[in-house]
């Protein structure tokens, strides 16, 4: 089991960034697959960002490929998230999940832990 607590919200302007972080819990971190996800006012939770085990490989949503980073220290139990040129649309909670899959999955359903979300709003 692993516990997770997301931190780095706040409110930036728009062309702004922000840096997320993901805090976990526990001594099995590194099984996991680590995802960000977010959910904005009135709608539904979308992948936002996946990260393999190993950190090796990543996936990133069309929405924010390029302008987001995800990436996991599995040292210290960390999966940051690097928000760069940020768009009012990019407002929402985001959550932190973690997948005991094999391979990173854009399905939330496949993640079994979540945390408990850091708000995230930009100013247009």
């Known amino acids: 089991q692993v516990q997770l607590v997301e931190s780095g919200g706040g409110l930036v302007q728009a062309g702004g960034s922000l840096r997320l972080s993901c805090a976990a819990s526990?001594?099995?971190?590194?099984?996991?697959?680590m995802g960000w996800f977010r959910q904005a006012p009135g709608k539904e939770r979308e992948f936002v960002a996946a990260?393999?085990?190993?950190?090796?490989?990543?996936y990133h949503a069309d929405s924010v490929k390029g302008r987001f980073t995800i990436s996991r220290d599995n040292a210290k139990n960390t999966v940051p998230l690097q928000m760069n040129s940020l768009e009012p649309e990019d407002t929402a909670v985001y959550y932190c999940?973690?997948?005991?899959?094999?391979?990173?999955?854009?399905?939330?359903?496949?993640?079994?832990?979540w945390g408990q979300g850091t708000q995230v709003t930009v100013s247009s």
């Open positions: 526990g001594r099995t971190f590194s099984s996991y697959v």
């Open positions: 990260i393999t085990r190993s950190g090796g490989n990543t």
């Open positions: 999940a973690a997948s005991t899959g094999w391979g990173i999955s854009q399905n939330e359903h496949e993640y079994t832990y």
